[in-house]
């Protein structure tokens, strides 16, 4: 008797009348009823939040911005929640809120505190306070809830930090507009203080040169003035002197005119008198009968006889007016004298103050001097500082940002958010249902292939008794559980991909692989039958729960306590769970050859077991006839 001969004598053993017919159909539909109602219930929770209902109250009262306006970031945060939809949100009060999670009400509560906004404003006046958020929980009612409000609440968090620090940051570039504004302004005056500067540097070069020459000429101007001041000291004296003499001289001079005058009065007299006696010397000739030329040659001779007297009267008419002039002059002389004389105390008086103050304008003048000196070098100094000042401004200000209201608004968003995630997955399961695909459909195969075996018996008794090789007895004994155990992959895939929806990347690998899977948990599962009987059921058992807590199907199989770390290498699920996410989201890799070593692997294995027990069940012992445990 072959292998396939027993396995065919045993389905039909099972398919005889309807209700064996039923459990068949049973078996097979088992997988698919655990695995597809589930995935089918698990399918995208999270895009069911919306019905979730949840709680949000606030008592924040607002407060001023560092712009001196009101803020109510409790309101502003309250109605961004309402108004997301990503849960089912109440608005209520915070006691109304804090029984609605005690009752069951509301799977969670958030709540924003009073004085919230001045806590989260009061970074602008240097006043820091961290601002909280209120997060009410129960863990009798669920504890993913729980879970997924914790996360919501440090989202909540994170979204309300990055938006302050958006603001806080904007405005701080906001400063630096402001403070590059004011830069520019002072590089402007620094460039103008610098030109000044250099004027001033000319201008007092030209101020120093010119107190140089002040206190030179200041200097010869004293030395002068003090010249003077001894040659006039005796000035009064001598002024007064001259007066006097002058004087003298006026009155002498009167005297003198005063006979020059007499003399030309008689010199005048005198020609007359001559004019007179021509006349009468001429009448008289006529008289006498004289000739006409004789009286012209006698009157001839008469005027030059006559000639040096009036060259004589010519001259002392003429020293008559020269010395009337001369009187004139010396009384004029007399009286200038005299008011040179008057004068000549002030005079020597005022030249001695001048002397003082050209020494005292000498001394000022060197004085001024050396201060220009000074004040030469300061100007100096000053004119080398304001080119440095204004060039250490200038290159300053093309050191401070100066961003336009984009680039502030983009520069705000990146230093209050500086990370941002790029998703860049390899491979993407789309949704939870999905991604738990892998676990729940390995879970439902060996769910599976353990109710197989419910019914079916491990080791035909016929074919023992007939006394067929142990081999043949094994491979028939699990061939029936395999038929079944395939159906029950197909029609779980087919269930899963065209109801439920989960989409599959590599379709028909993934069924091929199915088939490996079922193919090795019914060889496991019928080894622990076959060798163990009764017991290998509940070991059956007892391995789906080492499985289902070290296989990886939910957590990283990292997360597992480190004493379960040797059963995810040994038992097969780990493995098969791996395949399947390989091959529903990215597809066979060199890793996936691994995994079908180790089901090929315990696939064999299964059967070499089986066929050990098989090769025991050929001796039969009263334990074998009549067992403690029959199920």
Known sequence: MNAFRIARNELRRLSTGTLPKLALVALVLVPLLYASFYLYANYDPYGRLDKLPAAVFTSDTGAKDAGGQQRNVGREVTDELVKSGTFQWHEVSEQEARDGVRDDRYSFAIGIPSGFSAALLSVGNFQPQQATITLTTNDANNYLSGTIAKQVAEQVRKTIAEKVGSEAADRFLVGFSTIYAKIQEASTGASQLADGATRLKSGQQQLADGAAKLADGSSTLATGLSTLKSATASLP?????????????????????????????????????????????????????????????????????????????????????????????????????????????????????ASDGANQLRDGASQL??????????????????????????????????????????????????????????????????????????????????????????????ALTAGAAPFRVAVGGWLSSALLGIAQVVVLFGAVTWLVGIHIAHPLEAVLFAV?????????????????????????????????????????????????????VVLPMGYAIDGFRHLFYSGASVRILGDVGVLLAYLVGGILVSTLAARKRRVWTVSALKPELSL
């Open 516 to 568: 490996l899977v079922s193919l090795t948990f019914t060889s496991v599962v019928h080894a622990l039958n076959a060798f163990f009987g009764a017991v290998g059921k509940f070991l059956g058992l007892v391995l789906l729960v080492l499985q289902l807590v070290s296989a990886g199907g939910t957590f990283p199989w990292q997360t597992i306590p480190d004493a379960l770390y040797p059963l995810h």
């Open 237 to 353: 004296s001598q002024t007064q002197q001259l007066a006097n003499g002058a004087s003298q001289v006026a009155a002498g001079d009167q005297k003198v005119a005063d006979a020059a005058s007499v003399a030309a009065t008689a010199s005048s007299d005198i020609q007359g008198k001559l004019d007179s006696y021509r006349t009468q010397l001429v009448t008289d000739l006529r008289g006498a009968g004289v000739p006409e030329s004789q009286i012209q040659a006698i009157v001839g001779r008469a005027d030059q006889l006559r000639s040096p007297v009036d060259q004589a009267n010519s001259k002392i008419q003429q020293a008559n007016g020269d010395l009337a002039k001369l009187a004139d002059g010396a009384r004029q002389v007399s009286d200038g004298a005299a008011k040179l004389a008057a004068a000549s105390p002030q005079l020597a008086s005022g030249i001695a103050q």
């Open 369 to 462: 001097s050396d201060g220009e000196k000074t004040a030469v070098n300061g100007t100096n100094q000053l004119a080398d500082g304001a080119v440095k000042l204004r060039d250490g401004l200038a290159a300053g200000l093309k050191q401070i940002p100066n961003p336009d209201d984009p680039t502030r608004s983009a520069t705000a968003t990146t230093i209050a958010d500086p990370v941002a995630v790029n998703a860049n997955g390899e491979a993407s399961a789309g949704t939870y249902g999905a991604g738990l695909a892998p676990f729940f459909i390995s879970l439902a195969t060996w769910i599976g292939a353990f109710v197989l075996f419910l019914i079916l018996r491990p080791l035909s008794t016929r």
